[in-house]
């Protein structure tokens, strides 16, 4: 028997839409940003991940998790390890690297710049 995903998604006029994938195929994340489709709004103390960057510590480009991390957040706060396992891979062999991560929490935008296998505890 296959198995569905169902996503319920409501945008910021209140309009709600189903979205129904199979199983094995994929979701088009980019449909669900702040821009577009969005989870029911939470208030002011939601976490949301605006971007997330693991990168070498040199500052060069790295790979986006900003949908990753954001898919981490438990109960509005994200407590992770950044290292290349959370990661999903390394943009950098050989090299150390440093996660950047900008977010929003109780109607407030912050950042910060974490070293490899170091802690993230937000909020």
């Known amino acids: 028997m296959a ?14 839409q189903t979205f129904t994938y199979r199983e094995g195929g994929t979701v088009p ?16 103390s939601q976490l949301r991940i605006v971007q997330a960057e693991w990168r070498p510590a040199d500052g060069t480009k790295g790979r986006n998790v900003t949908s990753r991390l954001q898919g ?3 109960n509005n706060r994200l407590d992770i ?8 891979g390394d943009p950098a062999p050989g090299q150390p ?3 950047y991560l900008a ?12 070293g490899e296998n170091g802690r993230v505890n937000i909020p």
């Open 3 to 16: 198995k569905t995903l169902r996503i319920i998604a409501r945008d910021r006029n209140g309009r709600v």
């Open 29 to 44: 994340s980019q449909m669900f940003t702040a821009t577009n489709w969005t989870n029911p709004p939470q208030g002011n």
């Open 72 to 74: 981490m957040v438990r």
């Open 81 to 88: 390890t950044a290292d290349n396992k959370t990661m999903a």
């Open 97 to 99: 690297k440093q996660l």
């Open 103 to 114: 977010y929003q929490s109780r109607g407030r935008s912050n950042s910060v710049t974490v």
